[in-house]
């Protein structure tokens, strides 16, 4: 699976902002897809997971509330919608994917390049 994040940027505190992961290589309903984010100095947290087959999504809690993780089937793509943002949420944003347990938040396997996101106060 290959695997191409984009739409990072700056943002607002409040603003919101939207990054898309596209997908080729395989067959997609057996794969789990998720966001990562990784701040400076920080570890690599879970942001979002979406099951491909059935688009049952689940959300860290820092962002719940907050952030919406959708696909669209036809385009190959998963999104991540990110509303009333906040500093905080500065950090490098990674999509990735596995064929795994949608609640699961590690052992993903395929990973794409990292997308950056500020947010300024």
């Known amino acids: 699976v290959q695997l191409q994040a984009s739409g990072g940027g700056l943002a607002q505190a409040g603003g919101s902002l939207r990054l898309s992961c596209g997908a080729s290589?395989?067959?997609?309903?057996?794969?789990?897809m998720g966001w990562f984010r990784q701040a400076p100095g920080k570890e690599r947290e879970f942001v979002a997971a979406?099951?491909?087959?059935?688009?049952?999504?689940y959300y860290g809690d820092s962002v719940k509330g907050r952030f919406s993780i959708s696909r669209d089937n036809v385009k190959n793509t998963v999104y991540l919608q990110m509303n009333s943002l906040k500093p905080e949420d500065t950090a490098v944003y990674y999509c990735?994917?596995?064929?795994?347990?949608?609640?699961?938040?590690?052992?993903?396997?395929?990973w794409g390049q990292g997308t950056q996101v500020t947010v300024s106060s």
């Open positions: 979406i099951r491909w087959s059935d688009s049952t999504t």
């Open positions: 990735a994917a596995k064929i795994g347990s949608l609640k699961v938040t590690n052992l993903y396997r395929y």
């Open positions: 290589g395989r067959t997609f309903s057996s794969l789990v």
